[in-house]
């Protein structure tokens, strides 16, 4: 069976980057691959993030009590992250001590991020170094940086070793295509494309008492989206969790959640409120009534990702008309932001399954000779 290695942020202290890491290995073991996560290391990058789990609504300083409960919720985290199918570890830094595979999988994730505060302009992610038969980038995306400030041409010359890419968003589309002159193929995160691990909790009304929370996702939000979302929940009595993060005007705050936690509560709560990409994903996931405020970081992969959907109406600022605002919280996903989702599904598959044929085809050979022998 070929090995297929994933290369992302898999140990970032991050909903979306653990889920998406384990989203994708589990749809490439679906397709009969032995899929595996490359546990790279870097003691850097290590300090940097668990320094950014601990005070993650920087700049402002941590309660020392919410620095204990930051704490839990990043053992959590370690713990979820050693029970996925990791390789043997190896520095970030010297990727030719990796495990070799058959195929290295690069994404999903800001990979190709160059303002990344930690990961930026890193040589692996640009397929520099690995020891692989075959490089394909799943879902990958270049994250704030914008179009205008195009591609290092050595970083181009880098993802033209590719043998096949993908991204997740508009924009990494039209700089990989202004950079190589190829329009790569536009796939859905691995947290929409694949159902195995993300499958909603069986339940009904009665039984499920988050149906009556909005779930809150994200941090340092902006006074007039807090007002609005308040002002929603008490006129229809909800209450307001705040998932991961301190955000002192919600009802409940849920600051050690593990993963597990957290994909459970967003498939269960009965609308979601949000500023971080994922917070879409996941409402888009599981079709709850959603809102969404941009972030300087995170604006040009949400509002790809919404008007890919077809689901901007989520998209909400301080202008947003009262009734706008209802609809948001209280109405499901369209029908036809589920058929969009479902199209891409196809392609998406479709584009995988291609892009990893020659492994098959030799997996086959393989076992042709091997019988023969």
Same mark, same amino acid.
């Given at each position: 069976?070929?090995?297929?290695?994933?290369? $992302?942020?898999?140990?970032?202290?991050?909903?979306?980057?653990?889920?998406?890491?384990?989203?994708?290995?589990?749809?490439? %073991?679906?397709?009969?691959?032995?899929?595996?996560? @490359?546990?790279?290391?870097?003691?850097?990058?290590?300090?940097?993030?668990?320094?950014?789990?601990?005070?993650?609504?920087?700049?402002?300083?941590?309660?020392?009590?919410?620095?204990?409960?930051?704490?839990?919720?990043? %053992?959590? &985290?370690?713990?979820?992250?050693?029970?996925?199918?990791?390789?043997?570890?190896?520095?970030?830094?010297?990727?030719?001590?990796?495990?070799?595979?058959?195929? /290295? =999988?690069?994404?999903?994730?800001?990979?190709?991020?160059?303002?990344?505060?930690?990961?930026?302009?890193?040589?692996?992610?640009?397929?520099?170094?690995?020891?692989?038969?075959?490089?394909?980038?799943?879902?990958? #995306?270049?994250? +704030?940086?914008?179009?205008?400030?195009?591609?290092?041409?050595?970083?181009?010359?880098?993802?033209?070793?590719?043998?096949?890419?993908?991204? %997740?968003?508009?924009?990494?589309?039209?700089?990989?295509?202004? #950079?190589?002159?190829? /329009?790569?193929?536009?796939?859905?995160?691995?947290?929409?494309?694949?159902?195995?691990?993300?499958?909603?909790?069986?339940?009904?009304?009665?039984?499920?008492?988050?149906?009556?929370?909005?779930?809150?996702?994200?941090?340092?939000?902006?006074?007039?989206?807090?007002?609005?979302?308040?002002?929603?929940?008490?006129?229809?009595?909800?209450?307001?969790?705040?998932?991961?993060?301190? +955000?002192?005007?919600?009802? /409940?705050?849920?600051? $050690?959640?593990?993963?597990?936690?957290?994909?459970? &509560?967003?498939?269960?709560?009965?609308?979601?409120?949000? +500023?971080? &990409?994922?917070?879409?994903?996941?409402?888009?996931?599981?079709?709850?009534? &959603?809102?969404?405020?941009?972030?300087?970081?995170?604006?040009?992969?949400?509002?790809?990702?919404?008007? $890919? @959907?077809?689901?901007?109406?989520?998209?909400?600022?301080?202008? $947003?008309?009262?009734? +706008?605002?209802?609809?948001?919280?209280?109405?499901?996903?369209?029908?036809? /932001?589920?058929?969009?989702?479902?199209?891409?599904?196809?392609?998406?598959?479709?584009?995988?399954?291609?892009?990893?044929?020659?492994?098959?085809?030799?997996? =086959?050979?393989?076992?042709?000779?091997?019988?023969?022998?």
């Amino acid at each position: 069976m070929p090995q297929v290695g994933v290369l $992302t942020f898999h140990r970032c202290i991050n909903y979306g980057s653990y889920w998406q890491a384990r989203c994708l290995a589990d749809g490439l %073991r679906g397709l009969g691959y032995r899929a595996v996560v @490359l546990d790279h290391r870097s003691r850097r990058i290590d300090l940097a993030e668990w320094r950014c789990a601990l005070q993650p609504a920087q700049p402002g300083a941590t309660p020392p009590a919410d620095r204990r409960m930051y704490a839990r919720k990043t %053992r959590r &985290f370690l713990d979820a992250i050693e029970a996925l199918p990791l390789t043997r570890p190896f520095e970030l830094e010297s990727p030719q001590d990796m495990p070799r595979c058959d195929a /290295v =999988v690069v994404g999903s994730d800001e990979v190709w991020n160059f303002a990344h505060p930690w990961f930026r302009d890193c040589p692996p992610f640009f397929g520099e170094g690995l020891r692989a038969g075959r490089l394909v980038a799943y879902a990958a #995306s270049f994250g +704030n940086h914008p179009v205008a400030r195009g591609v290092p041409p050595h970083r181009a010359a880098a993802l033209r070793r590719f043998d096949a890419l993908s991204v %997740r968003d508009g924009n990494s589309r039209a700089l990989i295509a202004q #950079s190589l002159g190829d /329009v790569p193929a536009l796939v859905l995160d691995p947290c929409l494309q694949f159902a195995s691990a993300l499958r909603p909790p069986e339940t009904n009304g009665d039984d499920n008492p988050a149906s009556r929370c909005i779930a809150l996702y994200g941090h340092n939000f902006s006074g007039w989206f807090a007002e609005r979302v308040r002002a929603h929940a008490r006129r229809h009595g909800l209450h307001i969790v705040s998932i991961g993060y301190r +955000n002192d005007w919600a009802d /409940v705050q849920w600051l $050690t959640a593990g993963p597990e936690d957290f994909a459970r &509560f967003m498939a269960l709560a009965g609308a979601v409120a949000t +500023n971080f &990409f994922h917070g879409c994903v996941f409402a888009l996931r599981h079709g709850k009534p &959603f809102v969404c405020e941009q972030s300087p970081y995170r604006a040009i992969k949400i509002d790809d990702l919404l008007v $890919t @959907l077809g689901a901007r109406r989520h998209l909400v600022d301080a202008a $947003t008309a009262p009734g +706008n605002w209802e609809v948001g919280l209280s109405v499901p996903v369209a029908a036809a /932001v589920h058929a969009r989702i479902a199209a891409l599904r196809a392609t998406s598959m479709a584009y995988l399954q291609a892009a990893l044929a020659p492994l098959a085809s030799t997996a =086959v050979l393989d076992a042709r000779e091997a019988r023969r022998a």
